[in-house]
């Protein structure tokens, strides 16, 4: 996998990994689909319930969603990322939403997702430098 940091400005790229994963080209072990959104888990969790919770619709970023995507979609896809957790159980004990955008952000992969973490105590919010 490529680590090069995105940039949140370029245009969506249809060959990206998650255009992959959601096309059903490269395997990915889904643990929740609908209209609007496909979760799977993460191939380097970093907690017990590690998730990434992708649009269907072809979104560079947050950046790229909040700006264009059609209000329904983007309440599709809010609603979704909650199914997920509860889906998982993951209510009563919570969990860690994350999204990173673009080379601060640390975003590798040029498809929106959020990871959804759970499954144990997540600590600071942040340990990088
Ligand atoms: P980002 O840094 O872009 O927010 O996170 C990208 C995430 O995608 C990383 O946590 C990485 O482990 C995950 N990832 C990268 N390639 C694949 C893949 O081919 N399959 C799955 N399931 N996850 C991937």
Not at 13 to 32: Q, W
Not at 44 to 59: E, T, W
Not at 95 to 120: A, C, E, K, S
């Amino acid at each position: 996998m490529s680590v090069t940091p995105v940039d949140p400005t370029q245009p969506y790229d249809s060959d990206n990994i998650f255009a992959k994963i959601l096309r059903g080209e490269i395997p990915s072990t889904r643990v929740y689909e609908d209209e609007w959104a496909v979760a799977f888990e993460d191939i380097a969790p970093v907690a017990p319930i590690h998730v990434l919770v992708v649009p269907r619709g072809a979104y560079v970023s947050w950046d790229d969603f909040s700006q264009n995507a059609p209000a329904q979609e983007v309440a599709g896809y809010v609603k979704a990322i909650g199914n997920v957790a509860r889906q998982l159980g993951l209510v009563e004990d919570g969990y860690r939403l994350i999204n990173n955008i673009g080379p601060d952000g640390g975003q590798i992969v040029p498809h929106l997702h959020v990871h959804l973490l759970g499954g144990r105590t997540m600590g600071p919010m942040l340990t990088g430098q």
